[in-house]
């Protein structure tokens, strides 16, 4: 039987899912489960690590009993991952010590407190590309071993392992042979120096975390062990966090190529080829994707904190819309009010601002200004950040772009996608297939198993629609001056500017 098909694991925040691809990168079957979140205490977030390997054993199942495909058909498995989320367990038992701790859980900022107090701030930025913040898995990892009884003994024997989701994955796939990650999900720990590639001492010293406890590092294109069904030994030959998949995924491993992600929040990230450099607007500097034979490349990212959740907020607080995508008929029907502007610092103001402390508002309302003028406002903000966030990582890395690849929910919207065009004076490339995250882990399996090379993607990759700048350079630059005094007015009277701090 000629193995045609890879299957993405996409194990989310919110829900773990399984999808066939063929070898023309088309969705052959989806399964999916929903996942528990557990909030103990206010500020955090947990995860049971046995339900979501038993969710992603299931959908597994599930996703090859309705496609009607042979498992001799399923030429490799591709692992794409809720980045951060941090697991403890033990190797002799393999049972968890604690369940996992979410990217979202904000326990650790009293250990972050202390790196800084340590004056580890610019050695962070410098060796990790990242800042230090309660995000990352590196001060989670410490948590646990503080805070479990005996957990650090247990570590310091050998007994204890720390794996992000990918690993833990593989771990339990392949029945405790394989403990490994990939490049991508190594540089979201705060404990690997991606200037030399290797898991750093000076970070696991000012942790306290026993190196025994790390995985192997690999390209994430390459083979992580097996997993074995039905008589069947299938590989995961496809590792990458979920940013990273996603930048992969549009075609994101030739330098220059940026990608935003239009969700709750947005995620850009830009490829900038084979030299890292430390941002001085706060912007994180991560590993892509990694193909074996090929150099290590860098991304810049940057993320918004209000990306859809502003138009959650026109729906359920302000009650102004009923449904998300009544949005874009009003937009398209209301004349642009050049004057008035919605910051959406609901929850602080992000990359390249950095003021947690501000709050959103709304500038420039007059008698005239109906809710169609403040719904407007409000989804040009989208925009307004994505540029904030693009210029930002133009500027430090000297890298033009021409085009920018999206995904996500809100890219549905197309009066924002042409806004979006508009306001950066570049081309939006939206795809046919707006699962980019699962097709980048299945590009990087389907590529270490042989069934594509790297110019595949861009042929398998269809465009659905390009948008092209139609407003003049005056217009753009008004506009945008104007959203630049609106965030002026809109950041707290303490906050440092310009800052890398957070
Ligand atoms: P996530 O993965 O973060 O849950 P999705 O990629 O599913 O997000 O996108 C959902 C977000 O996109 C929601 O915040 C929603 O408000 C927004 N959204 C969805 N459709 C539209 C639309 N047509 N116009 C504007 N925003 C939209």
């Known amino acids: 039987m000629k193995k045609k098909y890879i299957i993405a694991f996409d194990q989310g925040t919110t829900s773990t899912r399984a999808i066939i691809f063929d070898n023309k990168g088309t969705i052959k079957n989806i399964a999916q489960k929903e996942l528990t979140q557990y909030y103990p205490e206010h500020g955090w977030v947990e995860h049971d690590p046995i339900e979501i390997f038993e969710s992603q054993e299931a959908t597994f199942k599930e996703v090859i009993a309705f496609a009607s495909i042979?498992?001799?058909?399923?030429?490799?498995?591709?692992?794409?991952?809720?980045?951060?989320?941090?697991?403890?367990w033990d190797k002799n038992t393999g049972k968890p010590i604690y369940n996992a701790i979410v990217w979202l859980d904000k326990r650790t900022n009293t250990i972050c407190e202390n790196l800084k107090s340590q004056g580890l701030e610019n050695y962070v930025?410098?060796?990790?590309?990242l800042i230090i913040d309660s995000y990352f898995s590196g001060t989670k990892v410490k948590w646990i071993l503080d805070n479990v009884e005996g957990a650090l003994a247990k570590a310091q024997q050998g007994d204890l392992l720390f794996g992000t989701i990918d690993t833990w994955l593989i771990w339990k796939f392949t029945k405790g042979k394989i403990h490994a990650t990939d490049h991508s999900n190594a540089s979201r720990t705060l404990l690997y120096n991606i200037l030399d590639l290797k898991w750093d001492k000076t970070m696991l010293d000012a942790l306290n975390i026993p190196k025994s406890m790390l995985p192997v590092v690999q390209h994430s294109a390459s083979v992580f062990g097996t997993i074995a069904i039905d008589g069947y030994h299938i590989p995961i030959s496809g590792v990458a966090g979920d940013q990273q998949a996603a930048l992969f995924g549009q075609g994101g491993h030739k330098s220059g190529v940026a990608k935003n992600t239009y969700g709750t929040g947005c995620f850009l990230l830009m490829n900038i080829g084979k030299k890292p450099f430390v941002s001085k607007n706060g912007l994180l500097t991560t590993l892509c994707a990694s193909l074996p034979g090929s150099s290590i490349k860098y991304a810049l990212e940057g993320s918004i904190f209000a990306g859809g959740a502003s138009i959650q907020w026109l729906r359920d607080k302000l009650n102004l819309i009923e449904k998300a995508k009544e949005t874009e008929a009003i937009c398209n029907t209301t004349n642009s009010t050049d004057d008035l502007y919605v910051v959406p610092a609901f929850a602080g103001l992000g990359a390249p601002h950095w003021d947690m402390d501000a709050k959103g508002a709304i500038y420039g309302l007059t008698l005239d200004?109906?809710?169609?003028?403040?719904?407007?406002?409000?989804?040009?903000?989208?925009?307004?950040?994505?540029?904030?966030?693009l210029e930002a990582m133009i500027e430090e890395s000297s890298t033009q772009i021409r085009t920018l690849k999206v995904d996500g929910g809100a890219t549905a919207n197309n009066y924002i996608m042409q806004f979006q065009s508009d306001l950066l004076n570049v081309v939006v490339d939206r795809p046919k297939m707006l699962e980019v995250t699962a097709l980048g882990a299945a590009f990087l399996a389907g590529i270490q198993a042989g069934l594509w090379n790297k110019k595949d993607i861009s042929k398998i990759r269809e465009i659905d629609t390009l948008f092209s700048p139609q407003i003049s350079e005056n217009e753009r630059n008004k506009k945008y001056r104007g959203w630049k005094n609106a965030v002026a007015r809109t950041k707290s009277t303490t906050a440092p500017f310009p800052s890398t701090k957070k």
């Open 70 to 88: 042979g498992i001799d058909e399923i030429a490799a498995i591709g692992i794409t991952n809720q980045r951060e989320t941090t697991v403890v």
């Open 125 to 129: 930025s410098k060796n990790t590309g």
């Open 369 to 389: 200004s109906g809710k169609n003028d403040i719904i407007k406002a409000t989804v040009d903000a989208l925009a307004y950040q994505t540029r904030d966030v």
